[in-house]
């Protein structure tokens, strides 16, 4: 299924994804933040271009950031980022089916499998490829 192309970013989150060298061949890059956008907790970030799924964190609490993502084909995952506030991104490359579709969110976790904090709806479905 072909979904409509569009670019679902907030200017916080897409400001820091692409000042990184390597977002910055894909035009089209999504991102939600997890908490208030006065003062998000970090950020996932979609970019068709490689199929990555990179998770940012730029607050200070002690929570790790975690992108969760979705196939319309059945896949799914987690990416998290441990590495703690204004560290560098963490940036994982999941080979999608290019002619499939995918959305995700973005959330705060208390550890690995603890408790969720500040989550972002899930995006509409978007193409991959």
């Known amino acids: 299924m072909r979904y409509p192309k569009r670019v679902v970013a ?14 910055s061949a894909d035009p089209y890059v999504h991102c939600q933040e997890a908490g208030p956008s006065a003062a998000p907790a970090g950020a996932a970030c979609f970019s068709g271009y490689g199929d990555r799924i990179t998770v940012l964190d730029t607050l200070a609490d ?5 992108g969760d993502w979705q196939t319309d084909y059945g896949r799914s995952g987690e990416c998290h980022n441990v590495n703690g506030a204004d560290s560098v991104p ?27 904090h500040a989550c972002s709806y899930w995006t509409e479905w978007m193409n991959i490829g």
Do not use: H, K, W
């Open 10 to 23: 907030t200017a916080g989150a897409a400001a820091i994804l692409l000042a990184a060298p390597a977002a």
């Open 62 to 66: 002690g929570y790790r950031v975690v």
């Open 90 to 116: 963490v940036t994982r490359d999941y080979s999608m089916r290019e002619d499939s579709g995918m959305r995700f969110r973005a959330r705060t976790r208390d550890g690995r499998q603890g408790i969720d």
